[in-house]
């Protein structure tokens, strides 16, 4: 396993990180037992947050086999309005957890600018943070975020935090001035969840097999992150312990890519671009805003994965997602598209915006498009 300096925290965490959101196992023997192995293979963070059902006490049981300052343990709570609500939800974690301090608190999901204002509100959650890390009862603070990168940007420069957890991916590279910017500001930087919110790839698609070959298209997602020194660890679950060793066939494997991995990564960009090819959206963001709130980028960038790898069952995953009703996910679907024709002139790819929003919407939402590259 090898190990990175989390930022200016001066924790020195493994590179992969044992997440407890949705791998968690009910049964307290299973999850404990996932824990331990966890352990025992060399990860030495372990996160969950107060919105992952029971994951806190079944860490906290798990915990109770384990030396406590041999792991670093985060959890997560959202912001809230006043002081009260926001210590009574922490200190319902800390009991939960069975701990009394946190190597690591994160403020969970600053997605939009209310949640922003909510988690720096000197007069309430901020206050609270404050005290807590006073007393010692948080050592370090962060963030975590659905959000889009001037957000991220905006919410590192505040100076507030200590460490950054944030989607960022082989499919999903939009955050990268973030990444930079927490490297500048020498900030920790914790990916979520990269093998199922990066594409599935536990289940990979066979066409993304094949192309990564002779690597997992996990391992190679995971490989291209850590060679980033930016990067300090990723997020991995398991339901049970014999998950956790297809992920750490990597984890002493830190360098930069070998020419292997370099030509896998290259044949995966190859097989995009030549399978979309004049529909091909490069992510560039220009075309934004939309007047309908549509995020054109994500929603092409999920039509990219689907149509060059044949991922949709994960871009199906995460289009039914945009419902509108939370601010984990953002904007509306394709179907909503009055074509205004507002994002054409900006789009510098002069893509047919509104005709691939509507064949996306077909294809993720309904599973019946294809019909423009059938
Ligand atoms: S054409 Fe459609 S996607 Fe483009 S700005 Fe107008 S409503 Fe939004
Ligand atoms: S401007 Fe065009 S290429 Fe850039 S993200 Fe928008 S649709 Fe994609």
Known sequence: MQYRRFGRTEMRVSVFSLGLMRYMSDDPDVSAAVVHRAVEAGINHLETARGYGTSEELLGRALKGIDRGSVYLTTKARPRDTYDAFMKEFETSMAALGVDYLDNFGLHGINNEQVFRQATDERQTWRAIRRLMDAGTIRHIGFSTHGKTPLLLRTLDTGMFESINLHYYWFYQTHEPVVARAAELDIGVFIISPNDKGGMLYKPTEKLRKLASPFHPMNLNARWLLSDPRVHTLSLGAAVPGDLDQHLAVADRAGPLDDHERAALERWERTCREALGTDFCTQCQRCLPCPE?????????????????????????????????????????????????????????KLDIPKLLFDTHDLLKTGTGQRLWA
């Not at 939370?326 to 598209?337: A, E, I, L, S």
Request: proline share 4%; with cysteine.
């Open 293 to 349: 709130s549509i995020d054109i980028p994500e929603l092409l960038r999920l039509r990219n994965a689907a149509v060059a790898f044949g991922m949709t069952d994960y871009g199906t995953y995460r289009y039914n997602l945009l419902d509108g009703s939370n601010d984990w996910f953002h904007g509306t679907t394709g179907d909503r598209c009055t074509e205004c024709g507002e994002c054409l002139h900006r789009c510098p790819e």
